[in-house]
């Protein structure tokens, strides 16, 4: 399978990026920032520059032509309104008309779990992200790509164990990048999982497992 990520140097993107090219996938990994080009590579994935922000669609349908699915896991993380607007929402977009230009119909986007933040103060910045976020996820449900998309709980960035709790609808909790990007692996290799919006923590189940039990 060849996998363009969006996001690749992230804590999410190398460590998926990690898993795929292990079991063979061919993953390529844009970046805007050129000093994250050797940490993708150090991954077996092959970078590739680009920017979401000033990029085209036709410049991003260019990148993605020839691969079989992309993974959009980028983010402003915390660098203002508006560049959570251009990244997180703007981005998105342009990302899924890309994609529907080069014909690559697989996309898979990392979101955000609705209660995150419940539980504390947030900032007017915070508010932003979850609207931009959730704005981003209605855009996707209405293109006619095979979409799928992850909300995960509170990321955490120590090493995870591979075990995962997924569904449609489950408790909020925290969740291991390590483990997001477990079961975005396992998700990209079952391309009847799509037009699914899941929910994902931490949990007593292999994520390989927890994919097959949401195919049922």
């Given at each position: 399978?060849?996998?363009?990520?969006?996001?690749?140097?992230?804590?999410?993107?190398?460590?998926?990026?990690?898993?795929?090219?292990?079991?063979?996938?061919?993953?390529?990994?844009?970046?805007?920032?050129?000093?994250?080009?050797?940490?993708?590579?150090?991954?077996?994935?092959?970078?590739?520059?680009?920017?979401?922000i000033a990029d085209t669609?036709?410049?991003?349908?260019a990148k993605f032509r020839?691969?079989?699915?992309?993974?959009?896991?980028?983010?402003?993380?915390?660098?203002?309104?508006?560049?959570?607007?251009?990244?997180?929402?703007?981005?998105?977009?342009?990302?899924?008309?890309?994609?529907?230009?080069?014909?690559?119909?697989?996309?898979?986007?990392?979101?955000?779990?609705?209660?995150?933040?419940?539980?504390?103060?947030?900032?007017?910045?915070?508010?932003?992200?979850?609207?931009?976020?959730?704005?981003?996820?209605?855009?996707?449900?209405?293109?006619?790509?095979?979409?799928?998309?992850?909300?995960?709980?509170?990321?955490?960035?120590?090493?995870?164990?591979?075990?995962?709790?997924?569904?449609?609808?489950?408790?909020?909790?925290?969740?291991?990048?390590?483990?997001?990007?477990?079961?975005?692996?396992?998700?990209?290799?079952?391309?009847?999982?799509?037009?699914?919006?899941?929910?994902?923590?931490?949990?007593?189940?292999?994520?390989?497992?927890?994919v097959d039990r949401l195919?049922?």
């Amino acid at each position: 399978m060849k996998v363009f990520q969006i996001g690749a140097a992230g804590g999410v993107g190398r460590p998926l990026a990690t898993l795929l090219t292990a079991r063979g996938d061919q993953v390529t990994g844009m970046h805007r920032n050129p000093a994250q080009a050797d940490t993708i590579a150090a991954t077996g994935a092959t970078p590739i520059p680009g920017d979401l922000i000033a990029d085209t669609v036709d410049e991003l349908a260019a990148k993605f032509r020839g691969h079989d699915a992309i993974v959009f896991s980028a983010g402003a993380h915390g660098t203002g309104v508006d560049q959570t607007t251009l990244i997180d929402g703007k981005g998105l977009e342009k990302s899924a008309a890309a994609a529907r230009q080069a014909g690559v119909s697989r996309f898979l986007l990392v979101s955000v779990f609705p209660d995150a933040g419940r539980d504390r103060e947030t900032s007017p910045g915070f508010e932003h992200y979850m609207r931009v976020k959730k704005s981003a996820d209605v855009h996707l449900v209405n293109t006619d790509l095979d979409w799928l998309i992850v909300r995960p709980g509170t990321l955490r960035d120590e090493p995870g164990n591979g075990s995962v709790t997924a569904g449609l609808a489950i408790e909020y909790g925290d969740v291991h990048r390590d483990n997001v990007a477990a079961f975005l692996a396992a998700a990209l290799h079952r391309p009847q999982l799509n037009r699914m919006i899941i929910e994902l923590t931490d949990g007593p189940t292999p994520a390989e497992e927890a994919v097959d039990r949401l195919l049922g």
